[in-house]
């Protein structure tokens, strides 16, 4: 039953990798929430959780880019065992500062740093490794798996944190958080089969100048395929509206009444939404259900940001974050499956990167604007009329752009006559 509902699953090295993604995102789940809580008790400012936001986050712009060229060059397990290391650094020496009662917003700010570059180097090698475990009839599910343990690890991870915070503090979940990476680190060293990019004999070795040259590469190669630059095009839109709200959902929180419990239930009801709709995307099976699914959380990710900042009881604000992960989840495991399908494997590692860096990249920009707005406007402005605008936004683009208007008909790209140039 389970090899026929998930066949991604029939490789036992992809299922490693699935655990290994659902123990890193579940550690940085639970690290956010605990991170998050502590810098507005610190300062009692959504600038300050803004800021450590986007210092984790902006390292998808800094690092995500080069961590992409290398995936493309050198082993991707290895990549992503140095990503884990970084991280098991970064929430251990958290949880030393804060048990020892010597921690200040600058030590959050340099950590959320040192693990934003962890995740930044590991995502393109995951997701270009993903590809090499599972035969390609499989990689909508793989991908769709993908998000389950990406997503479902959101109710795990915070479930575990909102406890340990209620109760013992948020060392102790950075402590937890520390924990939890060693589960991962276990799954990556078992991965045994893995395809990576051939390297011909007369290719250059890395340099500055070769990084750079390939980082270009990826970005002509997105501008020159308009399948990839209308889906990327919109993934950035969608993850700025929709998606740039952890800076705000403390003050949430806080306006409602409510305390850290309050924002773990609402945190755990993304991650509840998300796992739901990322179970839906493992079942299908039909290109045209892909695309009504894309069209349907495309407007309902608008709709999710409309309850959230329409929210005036905890209740409410937890459906809200409910809506909010099952459309996104969903809206961008399907977008993330159309690009691995026309992505060469020899630029997959860098084209993924830039995927990375555009939807992260806006999310830390978008967060630290909100952030520093809502200590002065409030939080629901800023989820309310950034909703809308998506909505507006995906409207126009399917009709106007061709590849989208095509996708959300049928599922899948126009046939191309030609391959393009890289």
């Known amino acids: ?48 959780v803004g800021l450590v936001t986007f210092a984790g986050m902006s390292q998808f712009i800094i690092v995500g880019p080069v961590a992409g060229v290398i995936a493309d060059r050198l082993d991707r397990r ?27 917003v600058w030590h959050v700010v340099l950590m959320a740093v040192t693990y934003g570059m962890a995740m930044a180097l ?22 769709a798996l993908a998000g389950i343990s990406q997503h479902g690890s959101r109710i795990a991870g915070p479930l575990l944190g909102g406890i340990v915070l209620a109760t013992l503090g948020a060392g102790f979940v950075f402590v937890a958080s520390t924990l939890i990476l060693i589960f991962a680190l276990i799954q990556l060293l078992q991965i045994r089969h893995r395809d990576g990019p051939i390297r011909r ?52 929180a806080d306006s409602l009444g409510g305390d850290s419990n309050t924002f773990s239930a ?24 892909q695309g009504l699914g894309l069209a349907l959380t495309g407007i309902g990710s608008g709709l999710a940001m409309v309850v959230l900042g329409t929210a ?16 996104q989840a969903t809206y961008m495991i ?27 990249g806006f999310m830390a920009f978008m967060n630290l604007g909100f952030g520093w707005l809502a200590d002065t406007v409030g939080v629901r402005p800023l989820m309310l009329i950034p909703g809308i605008a998506w909505i507006v936004l995906f409207a126009l683009a399917a009709v106007f752009l061709t590849e989208i208007r095509h996708v959300l008909r049928v599922g899948d790209f126009r046939p191309r006559a030609t391959a393009v140039a890289s």
């Open 122 to 143: 590991a995502r393109p090698a995951v997701q270009a490794l993903t590809p090499n475990l599972v035969p390609p009839e499989n990689l909508l599910n793989a991908i």
């Open 312 to 327: 005036t009881i905890p209740a409410v604000a937890v459906l809200g974050g409910f809506l909010a992960g099952s459309t």
């Open 266 to 289: 609402i945190v755990m009801g993304v991650g509840a939404g998300a796992i739901t709709g990322a179970l839906g995307v493992s079942f299908i099976r039909r290109q045209a259900s």
């Open 78 to 104: 290895h990549l992503a065992l140095v990503a884990v290391f970084l991280m098991m650094a970064s929430s251990g020496g958290l949880a030393i500062l804060v048990i020892a009662d010597v921690v200040a």
């Open 1 to 48: 039953m389970i090899a026929h509902r998930f066949p991604a699953f029939q490789s036992a090295d992809y299922h490693r990798l699935f655990l290994y993604a659902f123990f890193t995102t579940a550690s940085r789940w639970a690290l956010m929430l605990a991170r998050a809580w502590l810098v507005f008790e610190l300062t009692g400012s959504s600038l300050a």
């Open 201 to 252: 004999a007369d290719e250059p070795g890395l340099s500055t100048h070769v990084v750079l040259g390939d980082i270009a590469g990826g970005f002509r190669h997105i501008r020159r395929d308009s399948r990839l630059f209308a889906i990327i095009g919109c993934v950035g839109f969608h993850c700025a509206f929709t998606m740039a709200y952890e800076s705000l959902l403390p003050r949430l």
């Open 334 to 360: 399907i977008s993330h499956t159309l690009v691995q399908q026309v992505i060469p494997d020899r630029l997959r590692g860098r084209v993924m990167s830039i995927f990375a860096m555009l939807a992260a």
